[in-house]
């Protein structure tokens, strides 16, 4: 049964345990900070929730279905697919490097029964299609798989971008601007690689 997270005890629960399965896993998360935090006791987070795997999948549906609705309600852009594959992808970095708890939490969630990048990789799979129906995307390129590259680049800049910076010195760790520069560089490397020939 799935616990309802409609009443304020609850919901101070999730709080509590979004924040340490965010920032320490489920492995390494404790109860005992958790209701701490929350200010309750360890039989009433077991009455809501049942166990810390279902207080662990209760937090990270809750965060799914956050990431669905934003990536969903992200403007569509104008203009010919590459230029909206390549606003797509920016729109999309700024909104998960935004919010780095719900990065940490899902690069946590491994093979759970969610699909947090289901609408991000629908949305992008519908651009390349378009592009590659009018001639401007290649027409070897797997949207499919371009789509998870693309948030390959995204989340794994994101969830390491502390070692990036320290295991590439001339990238400039201390600099403001080196997430953004990613950013760039790896919506040109995306939308460079699935260009086609020719002009459109």
Same mark, same amino acid.
């Given at each position: 049964? &799935?616990? $309802?997270?409609?009443?304020?005890?609850?919901? @101070?629960?999730?709080?509590?345990?979004? &924040?340490?399965?965010?920032?320490?896993?489920?492995?390494?998360?404790?109860?005992?900070?958790?209701? @701490? $935090?929350?200010?309750?006791?360890?039989?009433?987070?077991?009455?809501?929730?049942?166990?810390?795997?279902?207080?662990?999948?209760?937090?990270?549906?809750?965060?799914?279905?956050?990431?669905?609705?934003?990536?969903?309600?992200?403007?569509?852009?104008?203009?010919?697919?590459?230029?909206?594959? @390549?606003?797509?992808?920016?729109?999309?970095?700024?909104?998960?490097?935004?919010?780095?708890?719900?990065?940490?939490?899902?690069?946590?969630?491994?093979?759970?029964?969610?699909?947090?990048?289901?609408?991000?990789?629908?949305?992008?799979?519908?651009?390349?299609?378009?592009?590659?129906?009018?001639?401007?995307?290649?027409?070897?390129?797997?949207?499919?798989?371009? =789509? =998870?590259? =693309?948030?390959?680049?995204?989340?794994?800049?994101?969830?390491?971008?502390?070692?990036?910076?320290?295991?590439?010195?001339?990238?400039?760790?201390?600099?403001?601007?080196? @997430?953004?520069?990613? $950013?760039?560089? =790896?919506?040109?490397?995306?939308?460079?690689?699935?260009?086609?020939?020719?002009?459109?």
């Amino acid at each position: 049964m &799935e616990p $309802k997270l409609n009443n304020n005890r609850a919901l @101070r629960i999730a709080a509590a345990a979004r &924040e340490e399965f965010a920032s320490r896993g489920f492995e390494g998360a404790r109860i005992e900070r958790i209701i @701490r $935090k929350a200010g309750v006791n360890k039989q009433l987070l077991f009455y809501y929730f049942h166990s810390k795997r279902g207080l662990f999948q209760a937090v990270l549906r809750t965060a799914v279905g956050e990431l669905e609705g934003a990536l969903t309600g992200l403007p569509a852009s104008e203009g010919r697919p590459l230029e909206r594959i @390549r606003e797509a992808l920016s729109l999309q970095f700024d909104y998960l490097s935004g919010h780095p708890d719900l990065v940490n939490l899902l690069s946590y969630a491994g093979r759970a029964d969610v699909a947090p990048f289901a609408p991000a990789i629908k949305r992008l799979v519908v651009l390349l299609a378009a592009g590659q129906g009018l001639g401007q995307v290649r027409d070897d390129v797997d949207p499919h798989v371009v =789509a =998870a590259q =693309a948030l390959v680049l995204m989340l794994g800049y994101l969830r390491l971008e502390a070692l990036i910076a320290a295991s590439a010195p001339s990238l400039g760790a201390d600099e403001p601007s080196l @997430r953004e520069r990613w $950013k760039r560089s =790896a919506v040109d490397l995306v939308s460079n690689g699935i260009a086609a020939a020719g002009p459109f």
